[in-house]
């Protein structure tokens, strides 16, 4: 009797093999970073061999768009388009970087990998430039509406995951507190 072969079955094998890698290299980019991961790395942690990952992934620039992709999928950055309407700079200002802060804290790992790594790791900065650059540009857009340099200078650096991670982690603040006092040095230089 002949085998009957379901393309169904096979697609939905390989959908859940290219999951895996997929989530094998979130998993890598958010304890070792994006540099130090390899692709053996990857196909190991996902229980693939290499030509299984090539096959799904034949370039590395995929599987990073794929990864990010996911890692965005999963927890979104914050969409900044309701903070329009809020009439109070302050409360519009504390509204924002606390929902920019809770994806900080949410993302923390593996922000700080890939973050650190965009630094001196080109693929990474491009990929970082496509999917972080644009919705942290509308959130420095729709909290800096109105800002005098010196303020608009101060929101970059409120919005800074460095500052956020030093206030929270190195410092010890709540993201509360974390808020407050960068509010607060944000309408200072107003």
């Not at 290299?25 to 990857?42: I, R």
């Not at 991670?165 to 993201?175: I, Q, Y």
Request: charged letters at 25%; glycine letters at 8%; aromatic letters at 6%.
């Amino acid at each position: 009797m002949a085998r009957t072969y379901t393309l169904g079955k096979r697609a939905k094998q390989q959908a859940q093999t290219r999951q895996r890698i997929v989530e094998a290299a979130v998993d890598l980019h958010g304890s070792v970073g994006p540099a130090a991961t390899s692709l053996s790395m990857v196909a190991e942690r996902a229980g693939v061999q290499r030509h299984t990952l090539y096959a799904h992934f034949p370039e590395e620039r995929l599987l990073f768009e794929a990864c990010s992709g996911l890692a965005m999928q999963r927890d979104p950055m914050p969409d900044p388009r309701p903070w329009r309407e809020i009439g109070d700079l302050r409360e519009k200002l504390g509204t924002g970087l606390a929902a920019l802060y809770g994806w900080y804290e949410r993302n923390a790992d593996l922000a700080a990998c890939v973050l650190r790594d965009a630094e001196h790791h080109a693929l990474t900065r491009e990929i970082v430039e496509a999917k972080m650059g644009p919705p942290m540009a509308e959130c420095r857009a729709v909290l800096g509406d109105g800002l005098p340099p010196p303020a608009k200078a101060m929101l970059g650096l409120a919005m800074s995951f460095a500052t956020w991670r030093t206030l929270t982690r190195d410092e010890g603040l709540s993201a509360r507190a974390a808020t407050a006092a960068m509010t607060r040095a944000v309408t200072g230089a107003v």
